[in-house]
């Protein structure tokens, strides 16, 4: 992932651009992830993901040439989750001859569907979290917040582990979780 995370309203202003390279790039590095993970979850193999992965891509590419943004007009996530479940479907659908049935029904009415989105597109901007805590901290502060924040492993095992005083441990906990929080922040209110 390139530096600091584009704003989404930015980064489509740039796809609209069908010219930017660079811009698909930013796309695919920030959002191909979610998108082949939801895949994969809805049933899809591994190859198969990337294609649906590629075949959002070009469905924005299509709708990038006459895109302009407008946030009264929806979120842009709804808007990713539409043409990836849209796409999974299609996929789906020329792999077993079987149509599935939210693609038959309001796809958006399915709360089983909505559920999985919603924890994907959590992990997803957890994930994107995480690799700027990687740049922005220690490995040794990240271990701690890993094992303590995280995994539930006791103050003192942790502190003793890592070397580290039970104050450091602490701290460390506090202090990623702090930043996390903040960055997922940043991610959602730029998306919506």
């Known amino acids: 992932m390139r530096g600091t995370l584009t704003t989404h309203v930015s980064l489509l202003a740039r796809l609209s651009d069908g010219d930017d390279a660079t811009a698909w790039s930013d796309f695919l590095d920030r959002y191909g ?16 993901c990337d294609d649906v992965a590629q075949d959002v891509l070009l469905a924005l590419t299509k709708a990038m040439r006459s895109f302009e943004y407008r946030a009264e007009k929806g979120r842009f ?14 996929k789906f659908w020329q792999k ?8 038959v029904e309001d796809a958006g009415a399915d709360p089983a569907v909505e559920s999985l989105w919603e924890e ?13 805590l990687e740049v922005e901290f220690g490995r040794t502060e990240l ?13 003192q ?6 070397s580290l005083s039970l104050n450091q441990v602490y701290q460390a906990k506090s202090r990623v979780m702090k930043r996390l929080a903040e960055l997922i922040e940043e991610q959602t209110q730029d998306e919506g």
């Open 33 to 48: 992830e979610l998108i082949r993970s939801f895949a994969q979850r809805r049933g899809l193999q591994a190859a198969d």
């Open 77 to 90: 996530r709804a808007y990713l989750k539409a043409a990836t479940l849209r796409l999974v479907n299609r």
């Open 96 to 103: 077993t001859g079987v149509r599935p049935l939210e693609q």
């Open 120 to 132: 994907e597109w959590r992990a997803h901007h957890v994930r994107q979290a995480m690799r700027t």
């Open 143 to 155: 271990r701690a917040f890993q094992w303590y924040g995280v995994e539930g492993r006791g103050a």
């Open 157 to 162: 095992e942790t502190a003793a582990a890592l």
